[in-house]
């Protein structure tokens, strides 16, 4: 059951299920949760399904402590070899470095005008969709949906709908600008974005 309910810093980390941080077992993988995504259709939605489940199938067979991005279009891009599924890995984040390290994720960003861009990634230490993911989905006007799976195998995702991107800089004006001048930790803004993030056009759903 996936909602999109207020959340704290305690939410942050998500609730392990089986999870040992040095080991992606066959277990975790089968228990990802199958997800109606908001704003997809049922058969849009079994892709993703597929998509989330090699993820971590991905990483696994790589350096689980890795980020691994699998992003494709909605629209069909293909890249000159014809794979519709293109693939970025990392150290850090899926923020646009990673992605750009693919040339062919940085020409669908940056120059398909028409694409609808979905990307599953992995997140080692168990946490929520970060402040890069919000980031980068609000930056990038061709990303749609950007979910992440825990390598415990728990899924949290950002959707946009009516997405206005004056909106949402105002809007993290506004949050920080009611922290006073003190300095917050990027978990506080994280969660107060998150909790604000329909004001501005994203949907925020967590698996609880
Ligand atoms: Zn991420």
């Known amino acids: 059951m996936l909602e999109n309910k207020k959340i704290t810093e305690n939410d942050i980390v998500m609730s392990p299920r089986v999870y040992k941080p040095w080991e992606i077992t066959d277990d975790i993988i089968n228990k990802i949760p199958k997800i109606n995504y908001y704003g997809l259709t049922k058969e849009q939605s079994e892709g993703l399904n597929i998509i989330v489940k090699k993820t971590l199938e991905e990483i696994r067979n790589d350096n689980i402590d890795r980020e691994v991005a699998l992003v494709y279009d909605l629209n069909g891009f293909k890249n000159q070899n014809g794979e519709w599924l293109l693939k970025a890995t ?4 899926t923020d646009k470095i990673i992605l750009n390290k693919n040339s062919d994720i940085a020409h669908l960003l940056n120059y398909e005008t028409k694409s609808v861009v979905i990307i599953s990634h992995n997140h080692p230490k168990n ?3 970060s402040l890069l993911d919000l980031s980068t989905l609000c930056s990038e006007p061709n990303i749609y949906i950007i979910v992440a799976v ?11 709908d009516n997405f206005d991107r004056n909106k949402y800089l105002e809007i993290s004006k506004e949050i920080i600008s009611s922290y006073n001048n003190v300095p917050v930790d990027n978990d506080v803004f994280l969660v107060d974005l998150l909790n604000n993030c329909e004001r501005f056009g994203i949907k925020f759903f967590r698996e609880v």
């Open 150 to 160: 825990t390598n415990a195998g728990n899924i949290s995702y950002i959707v946009k």
């Open 90 to 93: 990392g150290e850090t984040n």
């Open 127 to 129: 946490r929520i969709i």
